[in-house]
């Protein structure tokens, strides 16, 4: 089993990026009303993904607003509504994920492409202002991004995410399915919707 620790995640993610992939600008302010898209993940080949909750969403959670910092309103909102930031880099460009940890991830600059849910699982794109919460146990894993992209990552109070490669043991499968989580949601609040997608 192999773990190590998300700060064991220092290099630079630029030299890995496609140049002029993509094009778009930059979002800032909280969108007022913030609907996320849902997407419930089987367990895939060695990856668990979360046996209840969904992965969520959010499309330009966070709308432009000239002259702001979108990475320091991101970590200010997550903050403030209970999912503390604890880095800035980017996503790993290799199938993994947590198993003591639930995931916020702010796309704060950029674009990138993902997939979730293990290998041959659902790809997905973020633009810059969109948001995607993942449950423990949820395989991602880069594809490619914008040479510009910056993630903002941050997790429910008191956990610091471990990284699986491996299948998990029966024990890691029952922290997963128990690990607790804020009951707020990360984008809006107490109001939002996390709560109501996630105790169902």
């Known amino acids: 089993m192999k773990k190590t620790t998300r700060r064991d995640f220092t290099a630079a993610v630029g030299a890995s990026a496609v140049l002029g992939m993509f094009a778009g600008g930059t979002r800032a302010a909280v969108a007022a009303s913030t609907s996320p898209a849902v997407l419930h993940l089987a367990p895939n080949d060695w990856v668990p993904n979360h046996p209840t909750l969904p992965v969520l969403h959010y499309r330009a959670a966070f709308v432009h607003e000239g002259g702001t910092d979108t990475a320091a309103r991101m970590e200010a909102a997550f903050a403030r509504h209970g999912w503390p930031p604890q880095w800035r ?13 639930h995931e ?3 796309i704060a600059r950029g674009e990138v492409r993902v997939m979730l849910g293990g290998p041959d699982g659902k790809e ?10 993942l449950p423990a146990g949820t395989g991602h894993c880069r594809i490619v991004a914008s040479a510009d992209y910056l993630v ?9 995410a471990d990284l699986c490669r491996t299948a998990p043991t029966p024990a890691m499968l029952q922290q997963i399915r128990s690990l607790p989580f804020p009951a707020t ?3 809006s609040g107490a109001d939002g919707p996390l709560p109501r997608l996630w105790h169902a």
């Open 89 to 101: 880099n980017g996503i790993y460009d290799y199938h993994h994920y947590h198993s003591n940890a």
């Open 104 to 106: 916020v991830l702010g």
């Open 124 to 133: 997905v794109s973020a633009t810059a202002g969109d948001v995607l919460v």
């Open 152 to 160: 903002i990552g941050a997790y429910p109070p008191g956990q610091q």
């Open 185 to 187: 949601d990360p984008v």
